[in-house]
């Protein structure tokens, strides 16, 4: 089932034990190095299993995807933009990272980091809502995530806590990045910090996910990065309410809300964080506010996130 045609090259570095040299070799990596274990999870349109390397006991989660499902299900352009950007982002802080990709007869494999504590969703539920600490420790991690894509002029589109993992130290690692826009490579974030315009973004079809789903998507068909914006507004104000701030029994009800920008806060919501949320959930996307602008806010006074701590700091209790 497993049966492996695509390989990966891989430059392995081996330290001789005797003389303590070290010595490169290229090695060719395929699914047989990996063993299958537990099914992490169940996307759409594929199937993500725990695999752990034969030589190094590393674990990885791989990405199953089957080929006969794409091609019939028209997805092979999602398979497409979602190596493409996580190679893009090999490194990025905040982004899971990808390390190989495989292929066999009847399947496409992705070799992702493993990110053992599940996702930013069930970490809410378990919890119920976030302290204003907690808020801040993720929202810091999330929008600093956002910023580096976007200045690799990458759009998500998807932004929701179920792709949000959390990585072995519970920090923030975005995934699935199936739905993302790739822009050119010149025109992206300027360095004043403008948003990255998709002047190829008027589409047809639905892109997102009900709840988080801009208004300019539904009223004009239009999106560049600042839906991945308001799309964290809606993430920051879920943390404390414990739930999205549109949400209705269907799809169609929830559209009309955010159409409408119709969501209350729940009783208790800080003050900070509700001055923040308002500036963010605002239907014209040129008054919503820029990234640069939120890490200014002062619900993030005591966040520095140019020395690195927004990653290096232990998450709170
Ligand atoms: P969607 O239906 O949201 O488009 P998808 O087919 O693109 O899904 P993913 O969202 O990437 O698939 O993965 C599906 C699930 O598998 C995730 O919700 C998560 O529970 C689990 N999962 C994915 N990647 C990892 C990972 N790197 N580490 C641990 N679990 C993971």
Sequence with gaps: EWAERGAAKIIKEVVDPTTGELTKHVVKMGIKDFKFGEQLGDGSYSSVVLATARDSGKKYAVKVLSKEYLIRQ?????????????????????????????????????????????????????????????????????????????????????????????????????????????????????????????????????????????????????????????????????????????????????FQKVMKIQYAFTAGFPQIIKDLVKKLLVKEPNDRLTIEQIKAHIFFQSVNFDDGSVWDDDPPE
């Design 74 to 254: 028209k997805k092979v352009k999602y398979v497409t933009v979602e190596k493409l950007a996580l190679q893009k982002l090999n490194g990025t802080k905040g982004i899971i990272r990808l390390f190989f990709t495989f292929q066999d007869e009847a399947s496409l494999y992705f070799l992702l980091e493993y990110a053992p504590h599940g996702d930013f969703l069930a970490l809410i539920k378990k919890h119920g809502s976030l302290n204003e600490q907690c808020a801040r420790y993720y929202a810091s991690q999330i929008i600093d995530a956002v910023d580096s894509l976007h200045t690799i002029g990458i759009i998500h589109r998807d932004i929701k806590p179920e792709n949000i993992l959390l990585d072995k130290d519970m920090k923030v690692k975005l995934t699935d990045f199936g739905t993302a826009k790739i822009l050119p490579e010149e025109p992206s974030d300027d360095a004043d910090g403008n948003p990255c315009f998709d002047l190829n973004a008027r589409s047809k079809s639905f892109v997102g996910t009900a709840e988080y789903v801009s208004p300019e998507l539904l009223n004009d068909s239009y999106t560049d990065s600042r839906c991945d914006i308001w799309a964290f507004g809606c993430i920051l104000f879920q943390m404390v309410a414990g739930k999205p701030p549109f949400k209705a029994s269907n799809e169609y009800l929830t």
